[in-house]
């Protein structure tokens, strides 16, 4: 049994004690012979295997609505290094343009708003942020504040500003972001029954760098129908937004920025159990417990400030306020997931998280998936997802003058220390329906395709607003609608 | 929270001691090593799936330490 700790399935899919088995009913004439010939000489089916176990995925995403779409290559590496220690190398880059609720409301006439890289350069100083590979298409936002550099790295085209039409919802247009990740993990028998393994990962992209360790310790009990685990992961991010940190619930048209670079760590503690309750059934049960210190707040959104109902006339914009989240985060999860061999192929996958944090948040996940053999070699994967969570405590759509934030003049005092109208802090529900398609070949490896689809339904309570007021009619949640396109390639290298 | 916890450690526990008695053999392990009885499942499709519903959702994890190392969330 393998331990159940990793980050992101970085164990992999392997199985030390079964793949041997799979080998016999798999692998080609030369596998076998090379197979029986290390058995013959005393190694294990491992020790024989050199070469790399290769995982290779592409995923292609989109959101509805000309939102963000994502372009994923990943490729896994592991290596039986002896008979009980592999290697792993995990590389993944992904690419991301278009567009992304900014936080603030539609409303019944057009708001402008300046795009968040240029919003940065209006507010703060200007810190060569050309060269960042978020910079969107931008020209001269501000005059004022671009008057000592000069403009040769601008876009072509384009404006700093974007504006959304009455009825439509603020989207910031400049959403764009490489991210690269290199994780390395090492796995270990210690004893026939003690399994080890550590691992770290780093990852950066533009604006976002993270590094983690992780390690984990496992006890096979019960003749190996049992596996006790214990993991824990350390995870330490370093948040440099475009334009600088804005001060939490600062006005968005004159935004204090109060640091270059935010920090934020995580620590992960999980308890896991594994057990084959038959031979057609085996189970798995973790506990976790995750609490997250530092930066947590989106740094570009911000929510609207409405008085009943009506936009507020701010100074160079409608009135909107940078959103403000705790520092501390502690979340406890409970996974229970089921494997069961319905026949000697076709295998049911079924699984439940349960959610609940200290941000008010609670959530429950159901996710079924068939492995439906059709011949040899082609099989079938519907698979079905349920997500329900409820809002944050903070969560509020837009602000309220009077009973959130008291509004005299020009002048403004928040009457609350947390607020963020960031949708996935919101109360919805979302649906994932996918099918995948696999064919397996005769030499171990496999490539399966995937399309599924997703959709998100609004769970909040509606704010009431006056009939004919800025607000009036509509929507107060960005409910997201993606599919993607997810392709697999493992073979043995 | 902390009694709750406590209560599915101790049925944890006690789930793993009842199961004790029952076992499955060696020997009748044979479908328990198909690759699609695997719990852990394709490292590759599990890191997209960690990935896509930790930038829309405010759950991550459970299954391992999903959703770190992106500011996605």
């Keep these: 049994m393998q331990l159940n700790h990793s980050t992101s399935g970085s164990s992999g899919s392997r199985k030390p004690d079964a793949s041997g088995d799979r080998r016999l009913t798999a692998a080609s004439v030369a596998g076998q012979l090379a197979l029986a010939t290390a058995t013959l000489l005393g190694h294990s089916a491992e020790a024989a295997d050199q070469g790399w176990q290769v995982d290779s995925g592409l995923l292609i995403y989109q959101e509805a609505d000309d939102r963000v779409s994502a372009v994923e290559p990943a490729l896994d590496f592991v290596r039986q290094v002896d008979e009980d220690t592999s290697l792993r190398i995990h590389l993944v880059y992904d690419t991301l343009t278009g567009a992304s609720p900014n936080g603030a409301m539609p409303a019944n006439k057009p708001q402008t708003f300046t795009s968040a890289s240029s919003a940065g350069i209006t507010a703060s100083s200007y810190s060569d942020y050309s060269t960042s590979a978020v910079s969107m298409t931008r020209s001269s936002p ?128 999980s308890l896991g159990l594994s057990q084959v309750f038959t031979r057609r059934w085996i189970s798995r049960f973790n506990l976790g417990v995750s609490h997250a210190s530092g930066y947590q707040a989106d740094p570009y959104k911000f929510l609207t400030v409405a008085a009943d109902g009506n936009l507020i006339d701010s100074i160079d914009s409608y009135l909107y306020l940078y959103e403000s989240r705790p520092e501390q985060r502690t979340k406890y999860t409970f996974y229970w997931q089921n494997k069961l061999a319905l026949t000697n192929d076709d295998v049911l996958d079924t699984s439940w998280r349960y959610m609940t944090d200290d941000w008010g948040i609670r959530s429950h996940t159901a996710d079924m998936s068939l492995h439906w053999q059709l011949g040899s070699n082609w099989y079938l994967k519907p698979h079905y997802r349920w997500y329900r969570q409820t809002a944050a405590d903070f969560y509020k759509p837009f602000l309220q003058a009077g009973s959130d934030v008291t509004v005299v003049g020009q002048g403004y005092v928040p009457q609350l220390k947390y607020a963020s109208a960031d949708g996935r802090l919101g109360a919805f529900s979302a649906v994932t329906t996918g099918l995948q398609l696999g064919y397996q070949m005769a030499d171990n490896s496999e490539l399966s395709i995937a399309l599924e689809r997703y959709r998100q339904i609004d769970n909040n309570r509606h704010i009431d607003v006056p009939q004919g007021s800025d607000l009036s009619g509509m929507d107060q949640f960005a409910e997201t609608r993606a599919w993607w396109l997810r392709a697999r390639y493992s073979f043995h290298w | 929270m902390n009694k709750k916890i406590l209560s599915v450690v101790a049925a944890l526990v006690l789930l793993s001691q009842l199961s004790g008695c029952a076992g499955v053999k060696p020997w009748q392990r044979d479908l328990l090593a198909k690759p699609q009885m695997s719990l852990d499942g394709d490292a590759i499709i599990m890191g997209y799936e960690d990935h896509t519903y930790f930038s829309k959702e405010a759950s991550s994890g459970g299954r391992g330490f999903g959703g770190g190392g992106c500011g996605c969330n």
Excluded: C, M
């Design chain 1, 142 to 269: 501000s005059s004022s504040s671009r008057t000592d550099h000069d403009d040769d790295d601008d876009g072509e085209g384009g404006g700093s500003t974007y504006t959304a039409a009455a009825g439509e919802r603020p989207l910031d247009q400049s959403f764009e972001d490489q991210r690269y990740v290199v994780g390395l993990g090492w796995t270990t028998k210690l004893t026939p029954v003690w399994q080890a393994s550590v691992g770290g990962s780093y990852s950066t992209e533009s604006d976002f760098t993270s590094y983690s360790v992780n390690g984990a310790i496992a006890r096979e009990l019960n003749n190996k129908n049992t596996t006790l685990s214990l993991g824990t992961n350390l995870e330490y991010d370093i948040i440099t937004p475009h334009g600088g940190t804005r001060k939490a619930l600062s006005r968005y048209d004159q935004a204090s920025i109060v640091s270059e670079q935010e920090s934020k760590t995580v620590a992960d503690l």
